[in-house]
C-alpha cells in the first residue's frame, strides 16, 4: 500500500502564496499519477491539478492555472504545489492523491489513496 503524508498550508494574504508538499511512501512503485484536490466548506471535493510520475507537463484545473504550479521529486517520491496570487476562493483542505493507474483525471473517484488533508486559509 501508498501512505501520503501532507505538509505546508497555513494561513496568507489575498496576493500571498504558500506550498504544499505530498510524500508518498510504501509501494510507491504502484504510483502512477500524483494530484491535488481542494473541499471547500460546504461544497464537493474538485480538481486542482495532477503529474504523471512517468514524465510530461502537469495539469491545471482552469481556476488555478497560472498561479498554482506543481512539481515533482522522483528521487525523493515528493509531490509540490507551489500556489501564488492567493485569493479567499482558494480557502479549503487540500487533499493530495495517488491513481494507481494511467492518467491524469479530475474525478475523485479513480484515485484510490488520499492523504489526510491540509487546511489553506486566505483572507482579503
Known amino acids: 500500500q501508498v501512505q501520503l503524508v501532507e505538509s505546508g498550508g497555513g494561513r496568507a494574504q489575498a496576493g500571498g502564496s504558500l506550498g504544499l508538499s505530498c510524500a508518498a511512501s510504501?509501494?510507491?512503485?504502484?504510483?502512477?499519477?500524483m494530484a491535488w484536490f481542494r473541499q471547500a466548506p460546504r461544497k464537493g471535493r474538485e480538481f486542482v491539478g495532477g503529474?504523471?510520475?512517468?514524465?510530461?507537463?502537469?495539469v491545471y484545473a482552469d481556476s488555478v492555472k497560472g498561479r498554482f504550479t506543481i512539481s515533482r521529486d522522483n528521487a525523493k517520491n515528493t509531490m509540490y504545489l507551489r500556489m501564488n496570487s492567493l485569493e479567499p476562493e482558494d480557502t479549503a483542505v487540500y487533499y493530495c492523491?495517488?491513481?494507481?493507474?494511467?492518467?491524469?483525471?479530475?474525478?475523485?473517484?479513480?484515485?484510490?489513496?488520499w492523504g489526510q488533508g491540509t487546511q489553506v486559509t486566505v483572507s482579503s
Open positions: 503529474i504523471s510520475w512517468s514524465g510530461g507537463s502537469p
Open positions: 510504501g509501494r510507491t512503485f504502484n504510483v502512477y499519477v
Open positions: 492523491a495517488v491513481r494507481t493507474g494511467a492518467g491524469i483525471s479530475t474525478s475523485e473517484y479513480v484515485y484510490g489513496i
